[in-house]
């Protein structure tokens, strides 16, 4: 069975960088529409970035484009979400996902039928 593990989050100041990783295992991403998501507390998990799996097309949240960067590493079975100048807002957990319901469109990452097999995430933090 496939399992997805984050990992990278810390705290950070603002406009520091962090990148964020989500080792796979039991399958191979490549194959798969990957999208990572975000929570804050009280509030919805919003997906802020996704990757297709036949033409990488990448999606980002308007939050996010301009200093978040997705990619895959494909012989290393991982997912990669790359952070630069972090802001105050970007403070949540944040996990990745894939499901062969997940699509990834313009309007970003949609699971077709709903998803319930989030990990623990990895917290990131931005503050002073």
């Known amino acids: 069975q496939g399992r997805l593990v984050e990992s990278g989050g810390d705290s950070v100041q603002p406009g520091e960088s962090l990148r964020l990783s989500c080792e796979a295992s039991?399958?191979?991403?490549?194959?798969?529409?990957m999208g990572w998501f975000r929570q804050v507390p009280g509030k919805e998990r919003e997906g802020i970035s996704c990757l297709s799996s036949l033409d990488d097309f990448a999606w980002y949240a308007d939050s996010v484009k301009g200093r978040f960067t997705i990619s895959r590493d494909t012989a290393a079975n991982t997912l990669y979400l790359q952070m630069n100048n972090l802001k105050y807002e970007d403070t949540a957990v944040y996990y990745c996902a894939t499901d062969l319901n997940l699509l990834c469109e313009q309007n970003g990452p949609r699971f077709q039928w709903g998803y319930d097999s989030w990990g623990q995430g990895t917290q990131v933090t931005v503050s002073t």
């Open positions: 039991g399958f191979s991403l490549e194959y798969y529409v």
